[in-house]
């Protein structure tokens, strides 16, 4: 089973950058769907981005779109999210998920493996 790894959160101010990395314990190429999701306290876990490995195509949530770039790096078994122009509403614990199957859907629930998180403070 493949287990996730994220990193690279922290506090920034608006306007702010930061990359978060998934890093896999298999190659990125051998899962079907590999996607992040945030989730901020008292609210439903959100998808952020959602990576079509074979067809190499990613959805964008409707408020990260044009902000958040997803990448990956193969050599590394790592996927990657940055995140430019920050706002506070980008708060919350973000979270890397992989599905074994197609097609990639975008419930949480679909998704069978999810990493321990890293959390992502915006604010001034």
């Known amino acids: 089973q493949v287990q996730l790894v994220e990193s690279g959160g922290g506090s920034v101010e608006p306007g702010g950058s930061l990359r978060l990395s998934c890093a896999a314990s298999?190659?990125?190429?051998?899962?079907?769907?590999i996607a992040w999701f945030r989730q901020a306290p008292g609210k439903e876990r959100e998808l952020v981005a959602n990576l079509n490995v074979r067809e190499r195509g990613t959805y964008y949530g409707y408020s990260v779109k044009g902000r958040f770039t997803v990448s990956q790096d193969n050599a590394k078994n790592t996927l990657y999210l940055q995140m430019n122009s920050l706002e506070p509403e980008d708060t919350g614990m973000y979270y890397c998920a992989a599905r074994d199957s197609y097609p990639c859907l975008l419930d949480p629930s679909s998704f069978s493996t999810w990493g321990q998180g890293t959390q992502v403070t915006v604010s001034s």
């Open positions: 298999v190659p990125i190429t051998s899962i079907h769907c």
